[in-house]
């Protein structure tokens, strides 16, 4: 197969995690006889610094005709000015938009043999093997919002959903939760805000066509609880934008590191395979304060890169290949900084990249 990936290393430690993630994919592509063809493209804070824009037109250009896109991870406190007229989060929120991303697939799954990196006890732990989907392209961060300078009284954002954003996003849950456990949690506020109201009333309409599900509605506070007190007990969760950034990073410490943890970002735009384009990234940021050291942990970008293979390439065991070389090399203890602990084998990214190559040529 051909296929067209567009790499937005940005900033930060993105550059490295992403060249071990190509690293990956340009072994497999020799292993499967895929040719992955890779454009790398400015986005982010080196695309403000390069070309004046953390968007380029031609970033979006690439992207839009690309069958995936894989992305590092944007901003640093070079760029944090909140006055500055271009922001490098502008960039990212605005190629969501732009490519009409609306569902972030978060799946989190706690390996056995990092059940020590977790601050949760192993007992909390134990069958942890959940995706979390937040909407991605709608209320309080897409809303209308005011914020009047310095000397403000007020300001205030608003969470606005429409009918199609809230049911596209339950469908793509749903027709998640069918291929798992049948198990779907949908999570709103809906005992206050009008906004999480309508999302239920939605959900509850939506889901009914999915008779073999088993539907739950769990409020947003009560939901950050359960995630905590008994994790195990859920399958696939639905959440609007709001809610799922913080929930899935209360989810992401489950698993002990953000070194560890994927996602996809899939909307309704279909590549020349006729599957989703999806922008697939870790869910860690650019970790700033390791940049350069060579001992980020590149195995979120690196299980990125397989979700981009099922996801936008239907190459499932390719996919599952990478997967299992990923098992392989914890399974012999081998750990970047951020997941060690007594015993292990310690090493940088890119000593990391290569083990999980080897990995993948052996099998
Ligand atoms: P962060 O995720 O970058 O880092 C949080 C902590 O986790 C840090 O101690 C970091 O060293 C560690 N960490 C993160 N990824 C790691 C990895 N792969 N290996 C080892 N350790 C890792 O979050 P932050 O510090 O709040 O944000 C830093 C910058 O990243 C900010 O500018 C923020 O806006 C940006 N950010 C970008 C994205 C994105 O591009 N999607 C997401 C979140 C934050």
Not at 87 to 94: A, N, Q, S
Not at 106 to 127: D, F, N, W
Not at 141 to 156: I, N
Not at 248 to 266: I, R
Request: aromatic share 4%; with cysteine; charged share 20%.
């Amino acid at each position: 197969m051909d296929a067209k990936i567009v790499v937005l290393a940005g900033d930060g430690i993105g550059p490295e995690v992403t060249s071990e993630a190509r690293k990956v994919l340009e072994a497999l592509g020799k292993r499967f006889s895929h040719s992955f063809n890779f454009d790398e493209q400015l986005m982010g804070g080196i695309a403000i610094d390069t070309v004046g824009n953390s968007l380029p037109d031609a970033t979006v250009e690439a992207c839009r005709s690309a069958d995936a896109i894989l992305l590092g991870a944007v901003g640093g406190p070079k760029w944090d000015n909140p006055n500055a007229k271009d922001r490098p989060e502008r960039g990212l929120l605005g190629i969501r938009k732009a490519l009409n991303l609306f569902a972030n697939v978060r799946p989190v799954k706690i390996h056995p043999q990092l059940v020590s990196a977790s601050t949760l006890k192993e007992e909390v732990l134990q069958g942890v093997d959940m995706i979390v989907i937040r909407e991605l392209t709608g209320g309080a961060y897409f809303g209308p919002r005011q914020e009047a300078g310095d000397a403000a009284f007020e300001a205030y954002d608003t969470m606005l959903y429409t009918r199609p954003e809230i049911e596209r996003v339950l469908r793509t849950a749903a027709e998640m939760a069918l291929a798992r456990s049948k198990k779907l949690t949908s999570v709103d506020k809906a005992n206050v805000l009008a906004s999480s109201r309508l999302w239920r009333r939605v959900a509850t309409q939506v889901l009914a066509e999915y008779p073999d599900l088993q539907v739950e509605h769990v409020l947003v506070d009560a939901m950050a609880m359960h995630l905590i007190r008994h994790p195990a007990s859920y399958d696939v969760i639905v959440t609007e934008n709001l809610f799922g950034d913080i929930l899935t990073d209360e989810a992401s410490m489950l698993a002990g590191s953000m070194g560890m943890l994927p996602s996809a970002s899939l909307g309704d735009i279909m590549n020349s395979r006729q599957l989703p384009l999806g922008l697939y990234e870790p869910i860690h940021g650019s970790a700033p304060d390791i940049a350069g050291q060579g001992i980020s942990n590149p195995l979120a970008t690196i299980l990125s890169a397989a979700m981009l293979l099922r996801h936008s390439l239907g190459l499932e065991a390719e996919a599952a290949a990478i997967e299992q070389a990923v098992d392989a090399v914890l399974n012999e203890g081998v750990r970047t900084p951020d997941v060690a602990h007594t015993g292990s084998e310690v090493v940088g990214t890119p000593v990391m990249g290569d083990l999980v190559v080897q990995k993948l040529l052996q099998q």
